[in-house]
T-cell receptor, first 120, second 117 residues
Framework: AQTVTQSQPEMSVQEAETVTLSCTYD???????LFWYKQPPSRQMILVIR??????QNATENRFSVNFQKAAKSFSLKISDSQLGDTAMYFC?????????????????FGKGTHLIIQP | GAVVSQHPSRVICKSGTSVKIECRSL??????MFWYRQFPKKSLMLMAT?????????EQGVEKDKFLINHASLTLSTLTVTSAHPEDSSFYIC?????????????FGEGSWLTVV
């Protein structure tokens, strides 16, 4: 079984600053995906970024980037030039590289989340 | 991106009645859908995995007779909370994993707030 650990229950930074959210995981799998999801007060789960474990290059999406350290089983999220709209819960998640036909494939294993607050 | 629609977004029901929540993948097929429950300020708790055409797989501690899951087509899964009680009040959210290309991401519905009075 996989476990995902987010050690920062809450973080607060000033607008325009850079913030890094930490995530570690434990697995015996070699192929898998890692995700960061954002959940604003609306509760909608929004995919922020995805990393495929077999890719060494760190994923980047505009102001969001990750530092993926496979050997250390670490997957941190960096948000640059933070904005008020970034205020939300952020969940780190793990998914096995399952068969594409679905049917019993495993879903996401989530961390407990980090509540990020961007101060004006 | 892929869209998952969940309905209703909010529902209030009387104690002892049943309520059904629908989860539809609008632009892709999903043989596997997942149902989560989320308590305030907590992470998502997986309740069950819904498999098209077969029985759902429930997580330990989840009552399968209380939370009925049906996945009758490749685009629709339903969660029925039977004989609902106030302690069942919660936020329920579904997700779907596409078949084939795109199966490396899971997409979420908007969630449903259930209040049992």
């Amino acid at each position: 079984a996989q476990t995902v650990t987010q050690s920062q229950p809450e973080m607060s930074v000033q607008e325009a600053e850079t913030v890094t959210l930490s995530c570690t995981y434990d697995t015996s799998e070699n192929n898998y995906y890692l995700f960061w999801y954002k959940q604003p007060p609306s509760r909608q789960m929004i995919l922020v970024i995805r990393q495929e474990a077999y890719k060494q290059q760190n994923a980047t999406e505009n102001r969001f980037s990750v530092n993926f350290q496979k050997a250390a089983k670490s997957f941190s999220l960096k948000i640059s030039d933070s904005q008020l709209g970034d205020t939300a819960m952020y969940f780190c998640a793990f998914m096995k590289h399952g068969v594409y036909s679905g049917g019993g494939a495993d879903g996401l294993t989530f961390g407990k989340g980090t509540h990020l607050i961007i101060q004006p | 991106g892929a869209v998952v629609s969940q309905h209703p977004s909010r529902v209030i029901c009387k104690s002892g009645t049943s309520v059904k929540i629908e989860c539809r993948s609008l632009d892709f097929q999903a043989t596997t859908m997942f149902w989560y429950r989320q308590f305030p300020k907590k992470s998502l708790m997986l309740m069950a995995t819904s498999n098209e055409g077969s029985k759902a797989t429930y997580e330990q501690g989840v009552e399968k007779d209380k939370f009925l899951i049906n996945h009758a087509s490749l685009t629709l899964s339903t969660l029925t909370v039977t004989s609902a009680h106030p302690e069942d009040s919660s936020f329920y959210i579904c997700s779907a994993r596409p078949v084939g290309q795109g199966a490396n991401t899971i997409y979420f519905g908007e969630g449903s707030w259930l209040t049992v009075v």
